[in-house]
């Protein structure tokens, strides 16, 4: 069974980098593409960005000034970094293999 678990912290103050981990267990993240999807509230998904199988990086042109993606083979993980937060990234953030794998999401609010 193919699980998903993002860890982060759930309050960022404006201005601040968001750091968010994704920790696979049951496929290795060198066999799938994997997403960073958000969700603000009272609003639809937003991808954000992914990482190929074979290491390469994908991002929003919308985040893709303020974000950067890396991974770690040996621990089966992958991160997301946004740069200078405002309110408006507060969402629900989730780590996915889309369609068929998601996380449970973790709650980021954006506020001083």
């Known amino acids: 069974q193919v699980q998903l678990q993002e860890s982060g912290p759930g309050l960022v103050k404006p201005s601040q980098t968001l750091s968010l981990t994704c920790t696979v267990s049951?496929?290795?993240?060198?066999?799938?593409?994997w997403e960073w999807i958000r969700q603000p509230p009272g609003k639809g998904l937003e991808w954000m960005g992914a990482i190929t199988d074979g290491g390469r990086f994908w991002y929003s042109p919308s985040l893709e000034s303020r974000m950067s993606l890396s991974r770690d083979t040996s621990k089966n993980r992958f991160t997301l970094q946004l740069n200078s937060v405002t309110p408006e990234d507060t969402g629900v953030y989730y780590c996915?293999?889309?369609?068929?794998?998601w996380g449970h999401g973790t709650q980021v609010t954006v506020s001083s």
């Open positions: 996915a293999s889309w369609p068929l794998w």
């Open positions: 049951g496929a290795s993240i060198t066999s799938v593409n």
